[in-house]
């Protein structure tokens, strides 16, 4: 009997052999509102079957690619510092491998330790964040890790100048009050910019992170922290289409998809498309490298 994949899209390749790695992270530990981003990674897996291989908007094909899903991350519930680490350890052993990481998340948290082991290897790395929120808390309910602070402290370790963040309209008066100083670029909102930062980002070490509650609600409903006020999908695959545009990506992520707290399943098919789109992005991006 033929057995069912459950892997994103039938995104079978072997590991050794593949260019691109998806791996996926149940962690929503410090989330603070409505939970249940932990269930987000086999969610996508299940209801991919609803979506195509093929991107009309790329005019590319996942089956042209050799992409490996390994599945969610084994993490021990509850204990925050050590799914980082999972998570770090997990990240560098993709790169050491020569691996492209694709992170599904999981709470935004999930994002810090990926960022962490790609600033290690690639010292000018620079981070486009979409967001609703500006995760730039110093701590937040008296945690320093928190999916509201991940950004604040992984510009620690990238500096000033290195963060680009859109679509954001949620935060403290002291984190815009920080951003006014100049430590990172905010366009507030919209995606306004993206292509002139792209342009200007084109050819240094670029790392994409998505937090899917920059969607508008009344498209994306099913997300622990949801903000009124947000990009269209149209938009997101404008955005898309403005990523293709940059010469070395090194890994990107999806986050803050809770399945349970939609029960039409339209914002998990959201976040599949969306998977589906930075899948083929990375690995035309690969390609176009190693011409």
Known sequence: MKKVDLSFQSCNAKYQESDVVIFSVPLDTTTSYRPGTRFAGN?????????????????????????CDIGDLELPMGDVKKSLDIIYKTTKKLLKDNKVPMMVGGEHLSTYPVIKALSEKYPNLHVI?????????????????????????????????????????????????????GHVFQQKYNLDGLDKVIEKLKDVPVYITIDLDVLDPSVFPGTGTPEPGGITYKELLWAFSQFKKLNHL?????????????????STIVAAKSLREMVLILQENLKRRDK
Do not use: C
Request: aromatic fraction near 12%; proline fraction near 3%.
């Open 43 to 67: 969610a996508i897996r299940v209801e991919s079957i609803g979506i195509e291989w093929y991107s009309p908007y790329q005019d590319l094909n996942l089956k042209s690619f050799k992409t």
């Open 129 to 181: 964040h979409l967001d609703a929120h500006t995760d730039l808390r110093v701590e937040f309910l008296g945690m320093k890790y928190s999916h509201a602070t991940f950004m604040r402290h992984a510009h620690e370790f990238l500096g000033d100048g290195k963060i680009y963040q859109f679509g954001i309209r949620s935060g403290d008066e002291e984190e815009f009050k920080w951003v006014k100083e």
């Open 250 to 266: 090194v890994g990107a992520d999806l986050v803050e998809l809770a399945p349970n707290l939609d029960p039409t399943g339209v």
